[in-house]
């Protein structure tokens, strides 16, 4: 049996939380899902907690050498993917009603992952650093 290292479950714990209220609030902000539009006006408030678990998340990871490359390089992937996804989802669906819905899951997805990207890429290049 593999010992499992507590030094990065706080922050795998936020990042699946954030994670789970990223597709939660998307789902809930999109206009299929929220004709009362309760959402809506706590937007701000719900935006602002999932970007301070993204800076949780960056803060509170270890990751080192390959780690730290293997999480950049896929925390850029989903960056890029979720801004060129929320783009082009909102034209071709359209028609069906779903591009509101899946456009407004990327955007909280982005909202977590761009603080966390951006905090583990400083942390590397202040490690290569050596500063």
Known sequence: MAIKSLENS???????IGVVLAVIIGVGSSSLSSSTGTLTTYSPAIYAILVILGLIVGFSIKVT???AQTFLITGAILVVVSKFG???VTGSLIGIGIGDLVSSTFAA????FVPA???VALKTVFDIAKV
């Open 117 to 119: 990207t951006i905090i």
């Open 86 to 88: 929320m783009e082009s």
């Open 109 to 112: 997805l982005l909202v977590l």
């Open 65 to 67: 050498g390959k780690d």
């Open 10 to 16: 706080f922050g795998a714990w936020a990042f699946l």
